[in-house]
Each structure stands twice: as C-alpha cells, then as structure tokens.
C-alpha cells in the first residue's frame, strides 16, 4: 500500500527509514512537492537569477609539469583563494571512464528499491558502503531532494566485496586515477604558502578517502526544492564529476572582477572536465587563505542528474590546524587545532547550514585588538 505523501510520518518511513529514498517516491507518481520537501524562501535557487561562470575557463593540467607550470599554478592559487573552486581538463582520466561511472550511477539507483535499500545504514554488509537520503534527515527542517551511496575505501579487497556490483569496479578506477592529481594540485597549493611537507603528511591529509554516487530525481516544482542545500565540504580536495544537466551553485566569498561578492554562481559542465573544490581543512591549514567553497544543487524537473564525487579527507586521528609558518607569516591563528575525527563528528552531527561547520575550529579574532 502506498504511503500517503500529506503524512509526515508516513512519507519519513517510506523514504527514509524504509530506504525508497526520493526516486521511490517519485516513481509513485508526484504532481506536488511534499511538504516536507519545501525549503524557506530564502534557500530556494531560482535559475532565472543564475550568473553563469563561462568566463571562469577550465585549468589544463597537463600544462603543469611543462614550461606553463607557474602561470598553472597560479591559476589554481588563484581560484583556491577567491572562489574556493576550478575546473579541470587533460587530468589525466579517460572520458570512457567517466562516461562509464555516470552509466553505473543510473544502474544503482535504477534498480529495486529493496536492493539499495540492503545498504542501509544498519542493514549494510559493510560499514564502508551507506545507502541513504538528504543529508542528516532526522535533523533537518526541510529535506534535500537526493539519494545517495557512500563508499569509503580501505583497501581494493573490501571494495570489490563490499562495494555494489553495479559501480564497484568503475568507482575504484575512478578513484586510483583521482589520486595523482589531488596529490598534484595539494602540493602546487601547499608550495605557494611557502611551507615544505613531507609526503607521508600529504598522505595523512588525504588518508581517507569516500566515492559518493548521488541521485537527484526529476521534481515536479524545482523552485521549492534543493538537492542539497548549502554548505563546505569538511575534508581536503573534492574531486566532482557532473553531468551535463547543470545544477551547482558555488559562493563568491571574495570579489571577482565583477564585484559578486556574496552572490552565486552557476557551475556549467564542461564535458570531460572535472570539478576540484576546496574543503574545510585546506581552509583551515591556510589559515584562511583558501576558501573551502560553499555550494549546493538545483533540482530539475526535465531528467534526473547524477554526480560522482570523490572526497579526501584527513585520516581521523590527524590533528588539524593552520600551518605553523602560515601562522608566523599572518602574525595570527584564525583556527585552533583540533582531531580530525572530533570535527568530522560535529560536521555529520548538524543539517547542512553554510559553512558552520568552520566555527568549531575557529578562533574569534576581536576587532578592537591592536
């Protein structure tokens, strides 16, 4: 029997803890937006409001190990400090490959809703793979427009057990081909703070590593909806690949040659590149000069968007804070030192609310010092 969508109880049970997620409920056949569904006016994205971000052209990797190699990285410099997001092209990974891994994201989520559903959390058979939807439903006033599968990496053995049969393979490549160019761009940006680390520390800071696949079905009024709502992401670098449907939204959070401070932009997809964005902890290790950027996704109501993210995050027993000789040059920490494990429990503890999630490490600077 369907649920009734009217009932918030019911509708939480069927999408969330029943594991239908949204397409579930959207297969049933939707001609509003449940309640439930429905963001605040002001965390609605309009697209007729949309600035795109064409002039933003896509860095060219493979220019960086070449004669270019400082104009490369001080366009990744650059865009690490004003927007906290680029775009890359030549990376290195096969266009059959990401083709491919969008292919597989449809597979997933276009099976049963019960053979997603057996990788709950709780039900998974493993705790490295996490079927779910929105981001902390349970908290949060009102939910995100997607599902999605969680696996986290430990070793090529449990992926190819664990992860689903549907993507395992794919997402594993994607993920070793990902690798040398995060350690790439990690080094170019830790370079230009005029600080020395040793490799092991650069593994340290990317030691854990999740491919997240993330389904947002078609909506029937994408104005009252987001797929995501605004926020950072906690780790390192986050390696995206979009569709071409479109639908990321990033923050200026410095001024642009157009003075857009404060405004969002619309990330168009360029086909074969990918995504590069900064996370809280380069934030944090900058000391305030990268910028993790904040970003969320618009729902569509003309075909269901796939996107495949790959997150590098610190190991959880790493203790994280501004680079010492950041902090020497500023004259200045912005950020105390904390565990990793210990901010990564409040970032999935709360809804998705900006870029909060900083303030757990931030040290408040009074205006009024000299």
């Not at 990285?73 to 990376?91: C, K, S, T």
């Not at 997402?171 to 680390?197: N, Q, R």
């Not at 909060?356 to 490490?361: C, G, H, M, Q, R």
Request: charged letters at 25%; hydrophobic letters at 40%.
């Amino acid at each position: 029997m369907a649920p009734s969508f009217e009932d918030g109880n019911s509708l939480f049970n069927f999408v969330v803890r029943d594991g239908n997620g949204v397409k579930g409920m959207v297969d049933l056949g939707l001609s509003k937006v449940p309640e439930q569904y429905i963001q605040p006016p002001h965390e609605r994205i309009v697209k007729l409001n949309a600035i795109y971000a064409d002039e933003l052209s896509p860095i060219d990797l493979s220019k960086l190990d070449g004669p270019d190699h400082d104009q490369v990285a001080d366009a990744i410099v650059n865009a690490a400090e004003v927007l906290g997001f680029f775009q890359v092209v030549n990376h290195g990974m096969p266009v059959e490959l990401l083709e491919s891994l969008k292919n597989a994201a449809h597979d997933f989520f276009g099976q049963a809703p019960e053979k997603k559903a057996a990788y709950r959390k709780g039900v998974s058979p493993s705790p490295y793979v996490k079927y779910g939807t929105s981001f902390v439903p349970e908290k949060e006033k009102a939910l995100e427009w997607k599902d999605y599968v969680s696996m986290v990496y430990s070793s090529d053995v449990d992926a190819l057990t664990y992860w689903p049969n549907e993507c395992k393979e794919v997402a594993l490549e994607y993920l070793k081909f990902s690798m040398d160019m995060v350690k790439k761009i990690l080094k170019v940006l830790i370079a230009k703070l005029g600080v020395t680390l040793e490799d092991s520390k650069i593994d340290a800071l990317i030691g854990l590593r999740m491919v997240n696949m993330n389904f947002y079905p078609t909506c029937p009024d994408p104005e009252l909806t987001v797929g995501v709502g605004r926020h950072s992401d906690m780790g390192t670098l986050t390696v995206l690949l979009q569709d071409g449907i479109g639908g990321l939204y990033v923050k200026v959070e410095e001024d642009m040659d157009a003075g857009r401070k404060g405004e969002w932009i619309e990330i168009s997809p360029v086909p074969g590149a990918l995504v590069i964005n900064i996370g809280d902890t380069l934030q944090i290790l900058s000391n305030g000069r990268y910028k993790s950027a904040e970003h969320r996704v618009r729902t569509t109501s003309t075909k269901s968007r796939v996107s495949v993210p790959i997150f590098t995050i610190p190991k959880q027993t790493e203790r994280i804070g501004p680079l010492p000789e950041v902090v020497k040059n500023d004259g200045v920490a912005r950020y105390r030192e904390v565990v990793f494990e210990d901010y990564m429990t409040n970032f999935f503890g709360n809804a998705h609310a900006g870029k909060k999630s900083l303030e757990y490490a931030q040290i408040i600077i009074s205006s009024t010092s000299t």
